[in-house]
């Protein structure tokens, strides 16, 4: 099954079944610890796109999402889940209505991202999942799903919830993140149970950087600001002036590194962290 004719019915849109059938498929083939495996799974008052058993005894649902949500549906879809004991893995389509704007995985500046990107962002610490098609003369094939981390714009306009007539959104600039395979991890994080891929969360990558710049202008270094420029310099372009702030901050709050009051005071201010 490489190809899907796109057949859409009154329940469901033919872009969302497409995409079910190809996770059903492909996690299944790629992953050796499933055990058991099904196709809307009904759950008292849920029924789950994607079902998973794993060799460990957990279980996995996949939701995968292409209409709009609110933040609250999702919170309940979760939890109902969560309650039974089931770990959800979250799937967005990236060019459904459930995305403020088409999502491709690639680094982007001041992007809009809905509601409900912006929560999955935090209940999956630093990542949201999203898949895309590939469709050609009414038919289609999976392109390969990938993450994407957000972070805040350095200006303080472009920081906050915006409105028009039709939407709510956030602005963000992103950092795209390779999904090294169909691996699934069961974990906890945020207080629920979700289910991730093995990809790397983008923050903790910038922070390994950071630290390591860190350790090689250590030695006779006795200007923090210039250590701080020079960090700017060096990651600016990949991951952007307010993620390289909050990043050098977490780390003097742990202790990783040293910086004098008045510059830890400085860039605070600057992101008002």
């Not at 029924?47 to 209409?67: I, M, R």
Request: glycine share 4%.
């Amino acid at each position: 099954m490489k190809e899907i004719s796109l057949i859409s019915t009154p329940a469901e849109s033919h872009f969302h079944r497409a995409i079910k059938l190809f996770l059903y498929k492909y996690i299944y083939e790629n992953n050796k610890s499933i055990a058991k495996r099904s196709l809307e799974k009904y759950f008292g008052n849920r029924y789950a796109d994607v079902y998973f058993k794993l060799d460990t005894g957990k279980e996995v649902v996949v939701e995968v999402q292409n209409s709009k949500i609110s933040v609250k549906e999702i919170i309940a879809r979760t939890k109902d889940y969560n309650i039974k004991g089931i770990f959800v893995l979250w799937m967005l389509y990236g060019d459904g209505k459930a995305v403020a704007c088409s999502k491709r995985p690639k680094d982007s500046k001041s992007i809009r991202i809905s509601p409900a990107e912006n929560y999955l962002h935090r209940m999956y610490g630093g990542r949201v999942y999203y898949v895309n098609l590939d469709i050609r003369r009414n038919k289609a094939s999976l392109k390969t799903p990938f993450a994407l981390h957000y972070s805040k714009p350095r200006k303080k306009k472009k920081q906050g919830l915006f409105k028009n007539r039709y939407e709510s959104y956030f602005i963000r600039d992103t950092n795209f993140i390779t999904i090294p395979s169909w691996n699934i991890m069961c974990t906890e994080f945020a207080g629920f149970k979700i289910a991730r891929f093995y990809d790397k969360n983008i923050k903790s990558i910038l922070k390994e950087n950071i630290l390591i710049f860190y350790k090689i202008e250590k030695t006779g270094r006795k200007n923090d600001k210039k250590f701080v420029r020079e960090v700017v310099k060096n990651f600016k372009k990949k991951y952007g002036t307010y993620m390289i702030y909050s990043s050098i901050l977490e780390l003097y709050s742990k202790n990783k590194i040293v910086l004098s009051p008045k510059v830890y005071k400085k860039i605070k201010n600057k992101i008002n962290f």
